[in-house]
């Protein structure tokens, strides 16, 4: 009997020390669940905390990254602005930053209010233009003048006391085509046609040297001041002169453009007045005294007003 009665003694103080265990077990419990429910939020429409339901935490309780505007100017709001995120039911702000908790009054948490940061430009990347982009334009160099034709006047092809051949309406008009076409091509205008003539008085100073009786076609040859063999006193204009063999109008014009003071001269680059009243002046002859064939050219010409 006794032994009996100390065995039920035996088992109160275990079960007492039982019910010591669990209730303090269930203290900690209910501390444990009080302290969760302190910083949980509990969604709108959700039982309230005096249920003691923790809301579990979100699965998804990671920031989404910040997504710029895609297009400048839309009505997106840039991270940073003035106007206030609304927070979501897992404790999100809708634009994507992560928003601290912090428990508020009456023990309900509260979401925390961003502080303004450096505003965060919106992308400003624009497309790219279609098609080839156009570079500066370089200053238009003036368009040089246009080529003409027409025909000279013509020459009367006279012929001197001892046989020289005299200018022909061929020569001038040989001469005035390639005298223009020589200045069209280096952005000189032309000179009218009609503007380019015959000149008698250089005509008889070519005649001159052509009938001097010397051997040597260089006999008297050259500007006012050069001498005949015979002595016989120079006569007739002065100009530009060239000449020799299977000459032609054309010919002695490019000749006269190569020479830097001939062109100079006869042509004047550096003119920039009209031409129409520029006159050009022009004279040749075939062959010379004593034996110089109809083939050897001797001409001239000069730059004069109309």
Known sequence: ??????????????????????????????????ALG??????????????NQAVAPSATSEPAPTVLSEQPGSSSQPVGGDASPEPSAT????DGAAAPLSPGS??????????????????AAQPAPFGTPTSTPSPTSPSCPAAIT?????????????GVGGT???DLQSFAEGYNAIRVANCLAPVPFANIRYDS??????????????LDPMSAWGHIGSQRSDGLPSVGCDGNLAGGSNNTGASVAQKWWDSTGHRTSLYKPTYTGS????????AATHGGVPNEPYVFLRAAARWTTC
Do not use: K, Y
């Open 1 to 34: 009997m006794h032994s009996t009665h100390r065995e039920r003694e035996s088992e109160v103080i275990d079960l007492g020390s039982s019910v010591t265990v669990m209730t303090l077990a269930s203290a900690i419990l209910l501390a444990v669940i009080v």
């Open 168 to 170: 022909t309406s061929d």
């Open 150 to 162: 027409g025909q000279t006047a013509g020459a009367p092809g006279v012929i001197s006391p001892l």
């Open 106 to 123: 009456a023990g309900v948490p509260s979401i925390a209010r961003p502080q303004p940061s450096t505003p965060v430009a919106p992308f």
């Open 275 to 282: 031409t129409a009243n520029a006159c050009i002046l022009f």
């Open 38 to 51: 302190a910083v949980t939020v509990t969604p709108a429409g959700a039982q309230s905390a005096g249920d």
């Open 91 to 94: 404790g999100r702000v809708d």
């Open 201 to 214: 008085c250089m005509e008889l100073r070519l005649f001159w040297m052509a009938e001097d009786p010397s």
